[in-house]
């Protein structure tokens, strides 16, 4: 299982702050994709420039997951 956290505007239009989900191998891309299937609320929460941490770690779309480990989907911060 997969340990998923949501932060802010991603947390707000999902309806939820976190989940658990199987998806082990697979990449954060088709984590996404997984959830998005799930309806338009995630499809919302996960569109566009979405941020993804595992293990409080900055990833790409393209990593790897592994069981057990904990994703964070977060929108861009901006500074100013």
Excluded: Y
Excluded at 1 to 8: K, R, S
Excluded at 22 to 36: F, R, Y
Excluded at 48 to 59: R, S, Y
């Amino acid at each position: 299982m997969i340990n998923v956290v949501l932060f802010a505007s991603v947390r707000e239009k999902a309806g939820c702050d976190s989940l658990e989900v199987e998806c082990a191998n697979c990449t954060i891309k088709e984590l996404k994709q997984q959830l998005m299937a799930q309806g338009e609320q995630w499809q919302q929460a996960l569109q566009g420039n979405i941020l993804a941490a595992v293990d409080q770690e900055m990833v790409v779309d393209s990593f790897i997951l592994k069981d057990h480990c904990e994703v964070a989907f977060f929108p861009p911060v901006t500074g100013g």
